[in-house]
């Protein structure tokens, strides 16, 4: 009771001063606009509809974005953690690709796919990509030793042995890299709509910036915040469903 006390009075609390230090005067609305003139554009980006359209659009370019790099991070990831020299072969190169953040591939995805959509996908594909391989290299390594052996001792055929010990066994860590990878793919969205874009959210904040209205910069930075959040809230049920064995620590109470 106390926690959820917490969680709804402490945004409370910091709204009430942040809205006092902007009506004294200490914060400058040129800066930082006050929570009333935040929430003021809000509305009329919202009702005006350019808000809605904006999200519509980022929210296509990361499902396209991380669906790819879901399906190829689990199908390659999944090969990496079950043969050992494939692994071997992979590993220099992934471990040299990984350190690249998403926004130094700019200049080769332009040259590659030009300036439309493809681009601006792959810039969030590569966002999502690394989080999601690792962790499901890490859950397939990390699958009971002792189910192994007895799936060799009884020479279950090999889908057997993929499908009823090395998944159940992946499946946590997997979920975990899927929502990081979302993560990464909402942080990936302004800088690929930083590529000849015309709408996004990303596109609103850059816009926004260089006509110096703040108040719109802290509603997109707001909208991809809410957006990021219900994404991984709706991975986290999947979560709780799928590994129902699963008792997480989540911190003392004291």
Known sequence: MKNIAWRIWLPIVLLVVWQGLSWAGVITPLLLPSPIDVATSAARLTWSGELPNHVIVSLIRVFEGFLLAAALGIA????????????????????????????????????WFGIGEVSKVFIIFLGAFFPILVNVIDGIRQADHRYIE???????????????????????????????GIGFAWT??????????????????????????????????LTIGILGTLMDLSLRQIDSRLVRWKQPFRGTSG
């Open 76 to 111: 390659l990831g999944s090969a990496i953690g079950l043969w050992a020299s494939f692994d071997k072969t992979c590993d220099w190169v992934l471990q040299t690709l990984k350190p690249i953040p998403p926004i130094g591939w700019f200049p080769l995805a332009v040259l």
């Open 150 to 180: 007895l799936a060799r001792v009884h020479e279950i055929s090999w889908w057997k042995f993929f499908s009823r010990i090395i998944v159940p066994g992946a499946i946590p860590s997997t979920l975990t890299g899927l929502r990081v």
């Open 188 to 221: 990936c969205v302004v800088a690929a709509e930083l590529i000849a874009a015309e709408s996004g959210v990303g596109y609103l904040i850059v816009d926004a910036r260089q006509t110096f209205q703040a108040d719109v910069v802290i509603v997109g930075m």
